[in-house]
């Protein structure tokens, strides 16, 4: 820590100055691409936007990264689109992700750190997504999961609105349409616990009820009921997001005959005797984790692996049926596709480490997929994109596409421009009186722990407590903090003033 003080006055005065230089490029090149691309687009052109996201899905959880795992709808859009393989999500938890994805704002933006927090319909910090497509004309339906928080919300934007669990003001949910359904569900995965993520919630079990019992199942169904009762003639924008692959593990019948249990590999645990994980140490559950799985046979490792693909599989599948309605009803013929999730998840690596909360890869890193005809031919060639990418780029993407110019300037850059970042930001709020930041390129990453400021802006090199840095081209698995190594100084420094940089311009 005393080395990095030393050197950080001379090192972070020219790179805070790049990062500024940074975010007026990045400015520059947005706003070059949205007034380009709103020229082009007119009303009668603007293209159906489909917004599709699950909960908790790993970013290397897709057939043609790891063939363990079956997912042939993923697939063929990436195969007719591009993968962004660098993506990562802004706050490694629910309620955080979502809505900074919905706003398009980082969650120092938004005011939404944890799970625990929310915004008020009253004090919103900018318009939604779907509040922007209702505004520029488009219809709105919006299918399962949102996650706001803690307040009860309207539609934000919504004129149709499905959810199987949170109630909003004028939407609908299972517990009203078919409340024995919802009952059934509920006294299933009751033994899984708060969240369906204890121990039992990850080991799983084959579900015994229908798939239409289960919330994803009902969410899809309503989905494509409306897809076939569909009559407007304005363009649409359609969310639909589903609960699963997230614990518990309990996919319908069928779904684990898919898989050979005893081919399945899961994860390889590093040679510690106890958790290491300065930024993220005794968060959510770690005890009763480690006393389980450290205890765990390996079948029931590879049961536990096995269910979370087949919950993956399952999604997979709904999706398929869904995307076949919307071609059949012609709403693909000019449309773009956004495919991603709000994190990833652990699944046991790195010392019995589950779910997310913390900024290791697994936690932070996303699928994130556009498809759809109204791409640029050269994008819907089965790319794969490494560019870093943050999940707040997904707001000015998708309106640039539909020639919707935002109120006030967004953080993100749209992925049909040019590359204009460095790298990939998340953050985690998690402990008391501390804030947990990320730097993430394709090589390296540095994660920093400050102390808690009220205001992005606020915090500076004086207020770093600890922090970890991994060569992620050497050490894929985050097993060697390279922090406190003197020769890797200079990449550490660069990193630092990248976040802190970053923080001071939102």
């Not at 749209?414 to 090589?443: C, I, V, Y």
Request: charged content about 25%; glycine content about 8%.
């Amino acid at each position: 820590m005393q080395i990095l003080r030393s050197f950080l006055p001379l090192l972070l005065l020219p790179l805070l100055c790049t990062c500024d230089r940074a975010a007026e490029v990045r400015e520059s090149n947005s706003q070059t691409v949205r007034e380009s691309e709103s020229q082009e687009v007119t009303q009668s052109t603007r293209p159906h936007v489909i917004f599709i996201m699950d909960d908790q899905h790993r970013y290397d959880a897709l057939g043609k990264i790891n063939p363990q795992v079956q997912t042939p709808t993923l697939d063929a859009l990436w195969e007719e689109g591009t993968l962004y393989s660098q993506a990562v999500c802004q706050a490694p938890m629910c309620v955080p992700s979502r809505n900074s994805i919905m706003f398009g704002m980082y969650p120092s933006q938004t005011g939404v750190f944890r799970n625990s927090g929310g915004v008020k319909d009253e004090e919103l910090p900018g318009k939604t997504m779907a509040q922007y497509f209702k505004d520029a004309g488009y219809e709105t339906a919006g299918f399962g999961k949102a996650h706001w928080g803690r307040h009860k919300t309207d539609t934000r934007g919504f004129e149709t609105r499905y959810t199987s669990e949170i109630p909003e003001k004028g939407g609908i949910t299972m517990a009203q349409v078919d409340s024995a359904a919802k009952a059934r569900y509920d006294a299933e995965i009751a033994p899984m616990g708060p969240g369906e993520e204890n121990n039992l919630g990850y080991l799983g079990f084959t579900s015994k009820l229908p798939e239409e019992d289960h919330r994803d199942g009902w969410i899809n169904e309503r989905a494509i009921e409306y897809i076939k009762a569909r009559e407007d003639n304005r363009p649409l924008f359609l969310y639909l997001s589903y609960m699963k692959p997230h614990a518990g593990h309990n996919p319908p019948a069928g779904y684990e005959d898919r898989y050979n249990t005893d081919s399945i590999t899961y994860a390889v645990q590093p040679p510690w005797k106890a958790d290491y994980s300065p930024h993220s140490s005794g968060v959510n559950r770690r005890e009763m984790y480690e006393g389980f799985w450290k205890n765990a046979t390996a079948e029931d490792w590879r049961l536990m692996t096995m269910r979370y693909y087949a919950n993956v599989t399952w999604i997979d599948d709904m999706l398929g049926r869904t995307m076949a309605e919307l071609k059949k009803k012609g709403l693909l013929d000019n449309a773009l596709i956004v495919y991603t999730a709000d994190h990833g998840e652990m699944l046991g690596e790195r010392y019995y480490r589950f779910n997310k909360y913390c900024l290791y890869d697994a936690s932070v890193r996303v699928p994130l997929i556009l498809a759809g005809t109204a791409l640029p031919d050269e994008l819907r060639r089965g790319n794969t994109d490494e560019r870093p990418v943050d999940l707040v780029d997904i707001m000015p993407t998708v309106l640039s596409v539909a020639g919707i110019e935002p109120v006030d300037p967004l953080p993100g850059v749209s992925l049909l421009g040019p590359a204009a970042r460095e790298g990939g930001f998340a953050a985690l709020h998690e402990r008391e009186g501390e804030a947990a930041f990320m730097w993430r390129t394709k090589k390296d990453k540095l994660i920093l722990v400050f102390n808690r400021q009220e205001n992005a802006a606020d915090y500076t090199a004086d207020d770093i407590i600890a922090g970890e840095f991994y060569d992620l081209e050497t050490d894929p698995r985050e097993w060697d903090d390279l922090f406190g190594e003197a020769e890797s100084l200079q990449r550490r420094s660069k990193l630092t003033g990248q976040i802190i940089g970053h923080l001071q311009n939102m």
